[in-house]
Structures are given as C-alpha cells and as structure tokens.
C-alpha cells in the first residue's frame, strides 16, 4: 500500500503561481510515476502531468505546458506541482496519482486532493 498526501493548494490571483506538494509514504519502493490530474467542477478529471520515479521523465498536457513543471525529491517520496502563470481555467480540485509495481502486478493509488482556486 502507498498513501499519499497532497498540500499546498489555495486561493491566488490570475497570473500568480503556486507549489503543491504530494507526499507518498507506505510501499514507496515500488513506485514507477506520480502524476498530476485535475478536476473542474462539472468537468471530468483530467491529466495534467507525470514523472517517472526513477529515471525523471516527465511529460504535460497541452494545456500547462510551458507553465508548469512537475519534479520529485525520491529522498522525500515527494513529488512536486510548480505552476506559474496561473489562469482562471487552472481552477480545480488537483489530485496526485501514485503507480506502483509490486510482484508483477499495477497499482494505482490516489491522494485527497487540494483545491487550487485562481481568480481573475
């Protein structure tokens, strides 16, 4: 098992920036990638970025390329959201994903979520 726990969400202007943090603990040598999604009220969940745990390959959505950069600390288990840039369209429950590889088998484990609320 691997429980995560995100932070660092909040209230910020359009064009301000913000860091979230998801902290994994548990089976954390199993992990393979963390990754970012996204969900907008009345919207479905969507993909917003991912990191491979050991080697660091990350890829983005079109949407917050160039904005925001997604990084790890494997010391920490933590894996980070940097978004800069913020706009009104960013607003959303953002939730971390944590993929693990245990004995041959996928798991897939999800944190609380943080809300990120980006004002005009």
């Known amino acids: 098992q691997v429980q995560l726990v995100e932070s660092g969400g909040g209230l910020v202007q359009a064009g301000g920036s913000l860091r979230l943090s998801c902290a994994a603990s548990?089976?954390?040598?199993?992990?393979?990638?963390m990754a970012w999604f996204r969900q907008a009220p009345g919207k479905e969940r969507e993909f917003v970025a991912t990191i491979e745990w050991s080697g660091g390959t990350t890829n983005y959505a079109d949407s917050v390329k160039g904005r925001f950069t997604i990084s790890r600390d494997v010391a920490k288990n933590t894996v980070y959201l940097q978004m800069n840039s913020l706009k009104p369209e960013d607003t959303a429950v953002y939730s971390c994903k944590a993929s693990a590889l245990n004995s041959n088998r996928w798991y897939e484990y999800w944190g609380q979520g943080t809300q990120v609320t980006v004002s005009s």
């Open positions: 548990g089976r954390t040598s199993s992990l393979y990638a």
